[in-house]
Nanobody, 125 residues
Framework: QVQLVESGGGLVQAGDSLRLSCAGSRRTFSTVNMAWFRQSPGKEREFVASINQIGGSQYYTDSVKGRFTISRDNAASTLFLQMNSLKPEDTAIYYC??????????????????WGQGTQVTVSP
């Protein structure tokens, strides 16, 4: 079983930075591929970034490339999302998620089996 708990969201102004964290289950964290998704009101949940079990491969949606960085610390069982140069359109609930199996470019929410409760990120103009 994989339990995930996000933290680090908040209200910031455009151009500011935030770092999201996701604490995972110590026993299984290093064995799972991890990802961040986000969801705005009235919109479908969308892929933001993913990282493989050892942190050697990362994937990003085009709208965050060059601004967001996904990373993980397996010793601390924690996933991170460093968000720089935030824009109002980044406003959403951000979810961390996990999947067992092959690493690679998995962009659909249905590819991920475990989810956190989400953390709200609001970027004002």
């Amino acid at each position: 079983q994989v339990q995930l708990v996000e933290s680090g969201g908040g209200l910031v102004q455009a151009g500011d930075s935030l770092r999201l964290s996701c604490a995972g289950s110590r026993r299984t964290f290093s064995t799972v591929n991890m990802a961040w998704f986000r969801q705005s009101p009235g919109k479908e949940r969308e892929f933001v970034a993913s990282i493989n079990q050892i942190g050697g491969s990362q994937y990003y949606t085009d709208s965050v490339k060059g601004r967001f960085t996904i990373s993980r610390d397996n010793a601390a069982s924690t996933l991170f999302l460093q968000m720089n140069s935030l824009k109002p359109e980044d406003t959403a609930i951000y979810y961390c998620s996990a999947r067992f199996g092959n690493s690679g470019a998995y962009y659909s929410p249905t590819d991920y089996y475990y989810w956190g409760q989400g953390t709200q990120v609001t970027v004002s103009p």
